[in-house]
Nanobody, 121 residues
């Protein structure tokens, strides 16, 4: 599966953004999808994940309550809606996919290029 993330940008603290990740290749609905982020000089960290059918979601504590992951299997796209953004949310955001494993595990095998999110204070 090939993944293409988009939707990043510059936003003021308290603002919102919706990231999108379009997938191509093998059946999108057979993949659990996730979002990760990497801030400068920090390790990549998990943000959110969603099960194949969309019925189960999982969030990092740092974004819980401020982010919503969703998917449209008809459009082969996964989304990450973020509200009440903070400067510490500044990072490159990556979408990822995996064929097996729990939605709560971080063992994603397919990665897209990132999209930059910058939150100004």
């Amino acid at each position: 599966v090939q993944l293409q993330a988009s939707g990043g940008g510059l936003v003021q603290a308290g603002g919102s953004l919706r990231l999108s990740c379009a997938a191509s290749g093998r059946a999108f609905s057979s993949y659990t999808m996730g979002w990760f982020r990497q801030a400068p000089e920090k390790e990549r960290e998990f943000v959110a994940a969603i099960s194949r059918g969309g019925g189960s979601t999982y969030y990092a504590d740092s974004v819980k309550g401020r982010s919503t992951i969703s998917r449209d299997n008809a459009k082969n796209t996964v989304y990450l809606q973020m509200i009440s953004l903070k400067p510490e949310d500044t990072a490159v955001y990556y979408c990822a996919a995996k064929e097996y494993g729990l939605v709560t595990s971080y063992d994603f095998g397919y990665w897209g290029q990132g999209t930059q999110v910058t939150v100004s204070s």
